[in-house]
C-alpha cells in the first residue's frame, strides 16, 4: 500500500494518537444511546474508522488519497494483528450499508428490519473489538 501511495510512513505524536482515541470513544459511546437503527449504524461505522485511522497512526502510517475509508480497512488488514484482519474486512462491508443510512431515501422492503438489525449487531460487535484492542 505504501508503493502505491494509498499510505505513507509518518510518525504520529503521542498526544494525535490519544486525542483520536478518545474521539472514537466519545462517537462509540453517543451509539451506545439508541438514537434510531440509520443513525445508530452511521455512530458505530464512524467510531470503528476513527479507531481504525488511531490504530493506523499509532503503527506509524498515514492514510491518503481518495477513498480513504477504503484505504483505512485495508491498511488495518495489512497491519495484522491476529482477528483484526477479520475485523477489517467486515468493516469494509459495512461501508455500503453506511451509505445506505446516509443517501438512500428508500426505506426498503417489508422483511428488511431483521436483516439491518442483524448488521447493525454485527457492526457493533466489530466496533466493540476495535474499541477494546484499542485499550490493550
Known amino acids: 500500500m505504501v508503493d502505491s501511495r494509498e499510505i505513507e510512513e509518518a510518525d504520529a505524536p503521542d498526544r494525535e494518537?490519544?486525542?483520536?482515541?478518545r474521539k472514537a470513544m466519545g462517537t462509540y459511546r453517543d451509539a451506545a444511546k439508541d438514537p434510531g437503527d440509520d443513525s445508530k449504524l452511521t455512530l458505530y461505522y464512524q467510531a470503528g474508522?476513527?479507531?481504525?485511522?488511531?490504530?493506523?497512526?499509532?503503527?506509524?502510517?498515514?492514510?491518503l488519497g481518495t477513498d480513504h475509508h477504503l484505504h483505512t480497512f485495508e491498511a488495518l488488514r495489512a497491519l495484522d494483528l491476529g482477528d483484526l484482519s477479520t475485523v477489517a474486512r467486515e468493516m469494509n462491508?459495512?461501508?455500503?450499508?453506511?451509505?445506505?443510512?446516509?443517501?438512500?431515501?428508500?426505506?426498503g422492503l417489508p422483511g428488511d428490519a431483521a436483516h439491518e438489525a442483524a448488521s447493525l449487531a454485527a457492526l457493533a460487535r466489530s466496533v466493540d473489538w476495535l474499541m477494546r484492542l484499542g485499550h490493550a
Open 49 to 63: 474508522l476513527q479507531a481504525a485511522t488511531g490504530l493506523i497512526r499509532a503503527a506509524g502510517f498515514r492514510v
Open 17 to 21: 494518537v490519544v486525542a483520536r482515541w
Open 93 to 107: 462491508a459495512f461501508r455500503r450499508s453506511r451509505h445506505q443510512a446516509i443517501y438512500d431515501w428508500d426505506e
